[in-house]
């Protein structure tokens, strides 16, 4: 019996090395159109923002200042899809490049367990890659002084977007990958009184980059659909490995039983 089971987990762990293909196949199309609707979103909020959030402060730059943003915003782009992208230069392509600062365990692409992690993984550094994009976006926007640069924007961003109480309070209706804030400062004055600072920045989110372009959200129920398959051969595996532990556990009873 055990010798039957071990045969059929031997199965599985042939199909979770066609499905793991499947699924790296599907990530590197995924991170393929990913790259160019980040970029084309980053261009669209950070026109929204210059536009309508600070229309002022950017009609005050030079053209040449103008023209320096918006190369340097272009520039972050292109490297946020290389980044994105540099996983199919690799010896190995299911090693993600990006993933290479984290120090991860070799991981067995015939154990399904294993493939959820390593999705795991991928999932986290995708959403690493927006995050970082944004903060080094926001940080360009203070240098150009159409943010305020006498606020800590980073932590503050950081508050905001997380669950924590305390948290700056966040206004509706924002346009697209734009985070719109109320901050409580405190005044100038000698007058103990504080003022709320309205601010706008950049704020990549994954779920409206999505929404927004379909060839990557077609993309992404790809992959969606190929986790629901991984998800099932999971379950079949563990269950076989319960079966071979107990028939183990039987036959060792056996072989150890006599009659008194």
Same mark, same amino acid.
């Given at each position: 019996m055990v010798e039957q089971i071990n045969r059929d987990i031997a199965?599985?762990?042939?199909?979770?090395?066609?499905?793991?293909?499947?699924?790296?196949?599907?990530?590197?199309?995924? @991170?393929?159109?990913?790259?160019?609707?980040?970029?084309? /979103?980053?261009? @669209?909020?950070?026109? #929204?923002?210059?536009?309508?959030?600070?229309?002022?402060e950017f009609v005050s730059l030079t053209i040449s200042q103008r023209q320096q943003l918006q190369q340097e915003i272009r520039q972050l782009t292109q490297q946020a899809a290389v980044q994105l992208l540099r996983h199919t230069q690799t010896e190995d392509s299911l090693e993600f490049s990006f993933l290479a600062e984290e120090e991860t365990a070799p991981i067995s692409f015939s154990d399904p367990v294993e493939l959820m992690k390593w999705q795991f993984q991928?999932?986290?550094?995708?959403? #690493?890659?927006?995050?970082?994009?944004?903060?080094? *976006? !926001?940080?360009?926007? /203070?240098?150009?002084?159409?943010? =305020?640069? !006498?606020?800590?924007?980073?932590?503050?961003?950081?508050?905001?977007t997380s669950?924590?109480?305390?948290? =700056?309070?966040?206004?509706?209706?924002?346009? =697209?990958? @734009?985070? !719109?804030? @109320?901050?409580?400062?405190?005044?100038?004055s000698? %007058? %103990?009184? %504080?003022?709320? *600072?309205?601010?706008?920045?950049? #704020?990549?989110?994954?779920?409206?980059?999505?929404?927004?372009? *379909?060839?990557?959200?077609?993309?992404?129920?790809?992959?969606?659909?190929? %986790?629901?398959?991984?998800?099932k051969l999971e379950r079949e595996y563990q269950k076989k490995q319960r079966e071979r532990d107990v028939a183990q556990a039987e036959a060792a009873w056996r072989a150890s039983w006599f009659e008194s």
């Open positions: 199965a599985l762990e042939e199909k979770v090395k066609v499905i793991a293909t499947e699924l790296e196949n599907a990530y590197i199309s995924y @991170l393929t159109a990913l790259g160019q609707g980040v970029s084309k /979103q980053l261009m @669209l909020a950070t026109y #929204h923002l210059c536009t309508q959030g600070y229309p002022q991928v999932e986290n550094a995708i959403a #690493h890659t927006l995050k970082t994009l944004s903060s080094k *976006t !926001n940080s360009v926007l /203070q240098k150009a002084e159409i943010l =305020p640069n !006498n606020l800590p924007l980073a932590p503050l961003l950081e508050a905001a669950a924590s109480d305390g948290a =700056p309070e966040m206004m509706s209706g924002s346009s =697209p990958n @734009l985070l !719109n804030l @109320l901050i409580e400062t405190d005044s100038d000698e %007058s %103990s009184e %504080s003022h709320v *600072t309205h601010i706008i920045a950049i #704020h990549l989110r994954l779920i409206e980059i999505e929404f927004a372009d *379909t060839t990557v959200r077609a993309k992404r129920n790809q992959i969606r659909s190929i %986790s629901g398959k991984v998800g």
